[in-house]
């Protein structure tokens, strides 16, 4: 029996699953943590917009840049202490942060974003190696959906906690949620594993580059040889495929997420303070998204559930543009939407490969080549609605970049089961 199925049906798997739960948690929220108290800070800082604006850029272009050395560092680290040293990354820059200086907001934050990084690949694969084939899409519905429940959850929260004790304190709250999922993720795996590199896993082979062929000895899902050269990633169309699709759907996400609430502003006559929270919607309803995926995943093959979302998707820009006093009604249908791009190209990433090994190099490849076109969104849209003073031509972008998401996605997945 693999380890997979071993783990998926012994009674630790729940705790398994919550461990990864709460991982998730700290993988979003640390980034929007800042945006409520940004005039706070800007205040008290004496900071400009532009360093401003970078606090929430910053972690998306680590996303990007630091993709690949994240694949690297879990190879030698294993990924039971990659998750270990990604909470704690994100334990130290949420103290760092709070310091009271540009230097130290600056410095923080990048240290919050490269421990994100190393979280946002491994996580994929310790999903996929523990789990049996028919868990894995649920355990993976349940991870996305947890990013966005962070993200709301420390959204919502920072604000009135910053007006109680001042914004330091406020992000440094959030910290008691790495220090959770840090003791839950060591009863999950267990002390020495979360500490020690364990080289019995597959991991534990030095690792120089993301595209190097492997030779060593490799555990599968499947019982698949091991011990044979993987022929290169770059080589395979369907990385560069789903590189686009995550790259079309993180695009949109962002592109939209930072400039909605203007939108709604202009657009409907919202006040900024009701255009903000109006927004949330969008983010919310990725959970019923990313819980929704999983379940159609038993009974379709993956291209035809891309090829909804990517429907899905289209009306959320689409309408915006046509109809903008509907938009809680775009904003529930791409919400969900966009919970499900992320879930399913996850799902995708975890069926298209065939060792554990690969499956850390794809989730980086597509993450780190996704995540920097992805950090382009909020500037590109701006910088077009800007230029044009109206908000025709940046949803049309926005659109764009769904359909990358659609048509990239389908091609990549046509062959997946």
């Given at each position: 029996?693999?380890?997979?199925?071993?783990?998926?049906?012994?009674p630790a798997a729940w705790l398994l699953t919550v461990a990864i739960v709460l991982v998730a948690l700290n993988l979003r929220g640390p980034i929007v943590a800042t945006a409520p108290v940004l005039d706070i800070v800007k205040s008290d800082?004496?900071?400009?917009?532009?360093?401003?604006?970078?606090?929430?850029?910053?972690?998306?272009?680590?996303?990007a840049v630091a993709s690949p050395l994240a694949s690297g560092l879990i190879g030698r680290l294993g990924p039971e202490r990659a998750v270990t040293l990604s909470l704690l990354g994100v334990l130290t820059g949420t103290l760092v942060r709070s310091g009271g200086t540009q230097a130290l907001l600056i410095v923080g934050t990048v240290?919050?974003?490269?421990?994100?990084?190393?979280?946002?690949?491994?996580?994929?694969?310790?999903?996929?190696?523990?789990?049996?084939a028919q868990r894995t899409p649920f355990v993976t519905g349940i991870y996305t959906s947890a990013l966005n429940v962070g993200s709301m959850i420390t959204s919502l929260g920072t604000a009135p906690i910053a007006s109680a004790t001042g914004w330091p304190?406020?992000?440094?709250?959030?910290?008691?949620?790495?220090?959770?999922?840090?003791?839950?993720?060591?009863?999950?795996?267990?002390?020495?594993?979360?500490?020690?590199?364990?080289?019995?896993?597959?991991?534990?082979?030095?690792?120089?580059?993301?595209?190097?062929?492997?030779?060593?000895?490799?555990?599968?899902?499947?019982?698949?040889?091991?011990?044979?050269?993987?022929?290169?990633?770059?080589?395979?169309?369907?990385?560069?495929?789903?590189t686009l699709a995550f790259a079309g759907?993180?695009?949109a996400y962002y592109g939209l997420t930072a400039w909605m609430p203007t939108l709604l502003h202009d657009e409907v006559g919202l006040s900024r303070e009701g255009a903000g929270a109006s927004s949330s919607v969008f983010q919310i309803l990725a959970v019923v998204g990313a819980l929704g995926?999983?379940?159609?995943?038993?009974?379709?093959?993956?291209?035809?559930?891309?090829?909804?979302?990517?429907?899905?998707?289209?009306?959320?820009p689409l309408g915006l543009l046509v109809a903008p006093q509907l938009w809680l009604v775009w904003s529930i249908i791409g919400g969900a939407a966009q919970g499900g791009g992320i879930t399913i190209i996850f799902i995708v990433i975890v069926r298209m490969v065939t060792s554990d090994v690969d499956a850390r190099r794809l989730s980086a490849l597509v993450q780190g080549g996704g995540y920097a076109i992805a950090s382009l969104g909020p500037l590109v849209v701006g910088a077009v609605h800007d230029a044009t003073g109206a908000w025709t031509l940046p949803m049309a972008v926005v659109l764009v970049s769904v359909l990358t998401l659609g048509i990239s996605g389908v091609l990549s997945a046509r062959r997946v089961h």
């Open positions: 029996m693999n380890r997979a199925a071993t783990i998926a049906r012994s800082l004496g900071i400009g917009a532009v360093l401003a604006g970078l606090l929430t850029s910053i972690p998306v272009l680590c996303f240290i919050i974003g490269v421990s994100i990084t190393i979280g946002n690949v491994v996580v994929p694969v310790v999903i996929r190696r523990d789990f049996s304190l406020a992000l440094i709250a959030w910290s008691a949620f790495a220090v959770i999922a840090g003791a839950v993720w060591i009863l999950a795996v267990g002390l020495r594993k979360a500490f020690v590199a364990d080289d019995s896993t597959g991991f534990g082979e030095l690792v120089t580059g993301p595209v190097e062929v492997i030779t060593a000895s490799i555990p599968t899902h499947g019982g698949d040889p091991v011990g044979h050269p993987a022929p290169s990633l770059f080589r395979r169309l369907s990385t560069w495929g789903l759907q993180a695009f995926v999983p379940f159609l995943a038993l009974r379709f093959r993956p291209v035809y559930i891309v090829a909804l979302v990517g429907l899905l998707w289209i009306a959320m």
